[in-house]
């Protein structure tokens, strides 16, 4: 299958060199999906190509007017027989997690609407299944979230890494995050490469890191584990390692 992304943006352009650059390029040559930017200008019809207008009610700035982005959802719509999945992107979204990008993978069109300027009139909401946040920053526009969002999107698509596991393995796709990795060489300006990844020893590796995973866890992001399916020995480690960090802020 050949999943299809559009944006809809007053920046078209500024898709251009990341889509078109290693692994995403691969994959869009392989024929595993298609991006396509729209140029929302498209569908105005004064000379200006104008996009957007005062608020009602005053205030700083200016609004995306609603009729070109209707337009222009009416026609993208027309232009093929799957009905899209239409995301816009706002800060007062929800907020976008690898959870969100595993659900939207299994889209097989979306469309993707970038707003600019401070805002989009709110009539145009109506036509979003769904609101995405990057998060809690204000970005000048929806280009930004929307190539985060659909990098993060088109690395989950069957064949995209080409390796299938690499997608598998990593932060937060087991709801923790990933072990620390090393490479060559086993000592480096006197840092030593964990003796256990030395070993060979494939059972004795996976247990260091789920074990470091979940130390990781413990001291960067304890917020991740509520949602970690861990067994119960797991869970009893995690206690142990929360305990200990406790003990430790206590004395410090
Ligand atoms: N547009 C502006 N800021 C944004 C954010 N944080 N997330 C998504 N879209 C945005």
Not at 7 to 22: H, L, T
Not at 38 to 67: E, I, Y
Not at 115 to 132: F, K, M, N, P, V
Not at 174 to 181: D, H, I, M, P
Request: proline share 5%; aromatic share 10%.
């Amino acid at each position: 299958m050949r999943y299809s992304y559009e944006a809809i943006s007053v920046f078209p352009e500024v898709f251009d060199a990341y889509f078109g650059s290693s692994i995403l390029g691969k994959a869009q040559d392989r024929g595993i999906f298609s991006f396509t930017a729209h140029n929302l200008r498209d569908w105005t019809h004064d000379r200006h190509k104008t996009v957007d207008d005062a608020p009602f009610g005053g205030g700083a700035g200016m609004l995306m007017k609603p009729a070109p982005i209707f337009e222009a959802f009416d026609a993208i719509s027309a232009a093929s027989n799957e009905k899209p999945y239409v995301v816009f992107f706002t800060p007062t979204g929800t907020p976008f997690t690898q959870q969100v990008a595993e659900r939207l993978s299994k889209k097989p069109r979306i469309v993707f609407m970038c707003g600019r300027y401070e805002g989009i009139d709110q009539r145009a909401y109506s036509l979003a299944d769904e609101e995405l946040s990057l998060g809690d920053y204000v970005l000048t526009g929806g280009e930004l979230a929307c190539m985060v969002v659909v990098d993060a999107i088109v690395r989950l698509l069957p064949g995209a890494l080409g390796d299938e596991m690499s997608a598998q393995d990593e932060s937060f796709s087991a709801g923790l995050l990933e072990y620390e990795q090393y490479t060559r060489p086993s000592s480096y300006r006197g840092m030593n490469v964990p003796e256990v990844l030395l070993s060979g020893n494939h059972g004795k590796i996976a247990s260091w890191r789920r074990a470091n995973a979940l130390e990781r866890t413990v001291l960067r992001r304890p917020d991740l584990l509520e949602q970690a399916t861990l067994s119960k020995e797991e869970e009893l480690f995690v206690q142990q390692l929360l305990n200990t960090r406790i003990k430790e802020n206590d004395e410090s």
